[in-house]
């Protein structure tokens, strides 16, 4: 049943809180742009197909979106993909998909642009497109729909998804957004007709507009190919865009604080493009050449998205960042700026060669967990036919050192299903697993425990690589490579054995290599309930099977070996690559032959880090001819101008030497991981798709080392952070700051407003100071946590900044933490705590709550009604009511905890109109005790009072109704005791006065239990 409206005028706000993170769909997140629509000429909505937490984490979409909001002439919203129990209750409810910033449908926009990073996300694109009220196909749309455009690594291949686009940008994206979009909007003011203004758009150039090219069988392959175009001066091959990044700065801020996003920290992109030339990495291929953004603009954009976001990580991300020519002196300029912010520094995709000691030194200093790396095959002769320039010598080397520095954990990603590869070469991955073990435990010594964990997935050729051609491996090979590992791990204690489910694999081949008939599987198996496909729990292969049948498509085609001379599906794309090129690889692959990395000084696997060396080697630097044509001379200059910019001038400049004062790096693992593991980031670049390992944070364990409560309550996830000189006790200055939780922010978890309090602090300039420990964390503690969807107008956080602070400038800092807070965060006081001030889980004794109900969900006289269960409720010797956490019931009686129920005057009312509650209402004010061992929620109260008589304990529901934590007070008699006044928790007086309980030395409830 539908609970009050939360956020108002919004069209999903009577139901948010029945789906899971409901914060998903709400917005209002710092840095979320909402301009005004008559004031610009294009709107776009930037619509991704997945879920909002994996979006969120999309690079390309923070460029697109920040690109398009500061153009006066346009606007972008976002739209992620609504989980499956938020499409049933569209569906139901007959509601279309909004964006997150003004609440409109998909078809109101002028452009609905979609991120293409993965083919099994293409369902999402149907289900998106249906419920934002846009024909699904291209042919059906009429002259008043959007155009929907798509940009991202799949791009380059789209046939399968082609019949849904209107158009389809090749390449970077960052010009051809707002081009296509403001082209696109004057023709239709001008009232150009639609196929003209795709016509118009398609010769914009880097544009594919798939129903302005025909099709024909190809007698080689039976693949439906594109022949020619239709329509004069539009591109027949179609050129990919490729922009000068350092003209598009990037960018220095992006929507933030909302729910956690799978990658929470700022990611900023050092370069684009890879010269590593791996046969099967599709995004090294179609990214070409590399382009290295200006070092100072990477520390400029640095600074000023940590100021702006106040995240406490950064990320420097590229395809493979160890092979960014400058990276050792940028990573030593990161740490001295990030030194004194106390941020944390990652640096995704680190080879398992050339790991410097320093660097492993420094990772060690932050990291609990083990570090991650991707020697991709278990022989030499399989890591050159893929071109993998990595050894088993400095693999092991590479685990030698992990494992002494204490590390107990390293991962391994590796595939099986490669070109040429035996059965040799499948065992040899779990020997590799093995070896490294052995050389891990001889470095570790005696009795540590050494763990090597071995993960395996299945290649997927790809279109636009050397691998495009070879087959991929059919279910029941991969299942019997799949036993022939686990047979052979066996023996080896130390290896942990992972693989992966294969059947998303085979999908995943057969649309990489598709052709148009596909868009009939996908649509049928869409309309028969195929929803995100790449999620293992929800990929529905039945589904699959009966499209394909029943569509009457050859899955085999397109898993096969292909002819190198045929014309492919993807062949009208052109990513810039000289025909020949791949094949060339190809054929090089077969013969186990190598391709060391182009754009290095020849004979060279790293780049010179300083100056001196740069300029003293006059080697020629490598290149293949691939077709991209790198201009070597410039090439060469701008590093020697990047080193010259850093102050890397002179020879042997260390890596991290400065390891006292320098900010972690931390994160690691070369480029070219599959995935589908969770330890692998998946993330993307102006449309541009890149696999990195990042190992996951630490966490640590609760503490209460210092005799105060532990912070159970009031802790983030943590992350790996600078080890910095534990201080001798805790330092900075005490204060606590009241603060409400309204509109989206009652729909988001404590952890989620846990994770945003320091960043908050940190955009306004307020350094909190952390506590001390092997992991250091900002020193805070929260009031109890609230049941998502419920509003306070009176919470409480316990901190420690570095500053002392009068109170004008407590006043002036409340005030401005309200202004950098999502919206529905406001700071509405402060008050700085002496020593002697106890603390919050020591004080806080009870809560009073205002339950408001639609005055005709009660009936009848409504509030006759309510009083008269309220003095049945107080009348009760108990109120039982079955609470579930984790699956667990247990029994709570609400009685014990209930002081005052009634029903509720004008100033419950006042306070209900202020957390944004309005209707015809009628209220109940409850209060309730909080104990050290525990507490009821405000829902079970409302159960117990308006519940049914004679209904089980289990059964009781209340009618629909939001609840608002009125107040948090302290007692001046201990907790229990109805006769003790209720005081303000900012009353210091009496606060310092109070004798807490003897239950009180417990802490306050947890999550699952608070309120
Ligand atoms: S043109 Fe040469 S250096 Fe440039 S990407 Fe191609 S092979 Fe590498």
New binding site residues.
């Given amino acids: 049943m539908d609970s009050l409206p939360l956020l108002a005028d919004h069209p999903y706000a009577s139901f948010l809180d029945q789906v899971e993170k409901p914060a998903r769909y709400a917005g209002g997140e710092v840095g979320s742009v909402v301009k005004d629509w008559a004031s610009v000429e294009a709107r776009v909505c930037l619509a991704f197909p997945d879920v909002y937490d994996i979006g969120m984490s999309h690079l390309g979409f923070k460029i697109l979106y920040k690109l398009l909001n500061d153009d006066p002439r346009t606007l972008a919203e976002r739209c992620y993909t609504p989980w499956v129990d938020m499409e049933a209750q569209l569906v139901k409810r007959g509601l279309p998909l909004v964006s997150l910033e003004s609440a409109r449908p998909l078809r109101d926009f002028d452009v609905v642009g979609f991120s293409l990073q993965f083919e099994l996300t293409y369902s999402n694109i149907l289900t998106m497109l249906h419920l934002g009220g846009v024909p699904l196909r291209a042919a059906d749309r009429g002259e008043d729909d959007p155009i929907v455009i798509a940009g991202g690594p799949t791009a380059t291949h789209p046939e399968p998804i082609a019949p849904f686009l209107d158009a389809i940008v090749i390449g970077d994206g960052e010009e051809k957004a707002t081009e296509v979009a403001l082209a696109w909007a004057r023709l239709k003011r001008e009232g150009v007709p639609r196929r003209e203004r795709l016509v118009a758009i398609a010769r914009l150039g880097a544009v594919y507009v798939p129903s302005l090219y025909a099709t024909r069988l190809d007698p080689d392959t039976g693949f439906e190919v594109v022949n020619r175009p239709l329509a004069s001066g539009i591109p027949f091959p179609i050129e990919r865009a490729l922009v000068d990044l350092n003209k598009y700065p990037f960018p220095d801020e992006s929507p933030t604080g909302g729910p956690e996003a799978i990658f929470d920290r700022m990611s900023i992109e050092i370069a684009r493009g890879c010269?590593e030339g791996c046969r099967f990495c599709q995004a090294g291929m179609i990214y070409?050449?590399?382009r290295e953004r200006d070092p100072e603009q990477i520390v400029d954009t640095v600074m000023r998205a940590v100021q702006r976001s106040g995240q406490d990580e950064v990320s420097l991300t590229a395809l493979s960042t160890a092979d960014v020519s400058c990276i050792s002196p940028l990573i030593k300029k990161v740490t001295e700026r990030l030194t004194a912010e106390r941020i944390s520094l990652g640096v995704s995709s680190l080879r398992a060669y050339g790991l410097e000691p320093d660097l492993l030194d420094e990772l060690k200093r932050v990291r609990a967990t083990g570090l991650t790396f991707a020697p991709e095959a278990g022989s030499q002769r399989m890591r050159d036919v893929v071109n993998k320039n990595v050894t088993e010598e400095q693999l092991l080397e590479t685990a030698e050192r992990v494992f002494s520095r204490g590390w107990g954990k390293m991962k391994l990603y590796f595939m099986i299903g490669l070109p040429t590869e035996t059965d040799e070469d499948v065992r040899g991955i779990v020997e590799t697993g093995a070896r490294a073990a052995g050389a891990g435990r001889r470095a570790a010594g005696k009795g540590k425990p050494v763990d090597v964990t071995v993960s395996v997935s299945t290649h997927v050729p790809k279109p636009h690589t050397p691998f495009q051609w070879a087959a991929m491996d059919t279910l029941g090979e991969v299942g019997r490579k799949q036993r022939l590992l686990k047979d052979t791990v066996r023996p080896y204690r130390a290896v942990t054995l992972k693989t992966h489910e294969a059947h998303a694999s085979v999908l995943e081949g057969i649309f990489a290599r598709g052709d148009r008939p596909l868009a009939d599987v996908l649509e049928r198996a869409w309309r028969h309930g195929a929803r995100f496909d790449s999620w293992e729990d929800k990929l529905d292969l039945a589904v699959w099977e009966e499209a394909f049948t029943h569509v009457g498509v050859d899955r085999e085609k397109y898993l096969g070996t292909l002819p190198v001379t045929a014309r492919l599906p993807w062949d009208h794309i052109d990513v810039g690559l000289e025909e020949g090129f791949l094949a060339k690889e190809y054929r090089k692959a077969l013969q186990s032959r190598l391709s060391p990395p182009?754009?290095k000084v020849a004979g060279m696997f790293v780049h010179h880090t300083n100056l001196d060396d740069a300029k003293a080697d006059a080697r020629r630097?490598?290149?293949?001819?691939?077709?991209?044509?790198?201009d070597?001379t410039q090439m060469r200059e701008e590093r020697l101008t990047f080193l010259d910019r850093l102050g890397a001038h002179r020879r042997s400049l260390p890596v991290l030497t400065d390891a006292g004062a320098a900010p972690p790096v931390a994160a690691a693992g070369p480029s070219g991981a599959p995935a589908s593991d969770g330890g692998a980031e998946r993330a993307s670049v102006g449309g541009a798709e890149r696999e990195s390992v990042a190992a996951t944070a630490a966490t640590e364990p609760k503490s209460g080392d210092d005799g105060e409560p532990s912070r159970a309550e009031g802790e983030a996830p943590h992350r790996a952070r600078r080890i910095a000189p534990a201080p001798k006790g805790r330092g900075g200055f005490r204060y606590r700051f009241r603060f409400e939780k309204a509109g989206p922010m009652a729909l988001l978890g404590h952890l989620d407003v846990v994770r945003e309090l320091p960043r908050v602090l940190r955009r306004v300039g307020a350094p909190m100071t952390y506590t001390a420990g092997f992991h250091p964390k900002p020193d805070m503690t929260f009031s109890p946590a609230l049941s998502l969807g419920v509003i306070s107008l009176d919470e409480y956080v316990d901190l420690r900044l570095e500053r002392d602070l009068d109170p004008a400038a407590l006043d002036a800092l409340v005030a401005a933490m309200s202004a950098a807070s999502p919206r529905g965060l406001v700071f509405s006081g402060a008050v700085k705590l002496g020593p002697e001030d106890p603390s919050l889980s020591k004080l806080i004794a009870g809560a009073r709550y205002a339950l408001a109900f639609a005055r005709s969900a009660i009936g009848g006289d409504a509030e006759a009604l309510l009083a008269a269960r309220c003095s049945a409720a107080l009348s009760a010797a108990s109120l039982p009511i079955r609470r579930e956490i984790d699956r667990l019931a247990k029994m709570v009686d609400v009685r014990q905890y209930l002081v005052r129920a009634e029903v509720g005057g004008p100033e419950v009312h006042a306070a209900l109109a202020r957390a944004g509650l309005v209707g015809d209402l009628v209220a109940l004010e409850v209060e309730v005790d909080i104990r050290g061992s525990g507490a009821v929620k405000s829902s079970e109260v409302a159960a117990v009072i308006t519940g049914e008589p004679g209904e089980a304990p289990g059964a009781i529901t209340p009618p629909p109704h939001r609840a608002v934590r009125l107040q948090l007070f302290g007692r001046t008699s201990p907790a229990g005791s109805a006769a003790g006044e209720r005081f303000s928790l900012f009353d210091l007086e009496r606060a310092r006065r109070v004798k807490p309980a003897p239950e009180r030395t417990a802490a306050l409830p947890l999550a699952a239990d608070a309120e």
């Fill in positions: 010269t070409r050449p590399v182009c754009g630097l490598v290149c293949y001819d691939c077709g991209v044509a790198c070597m």
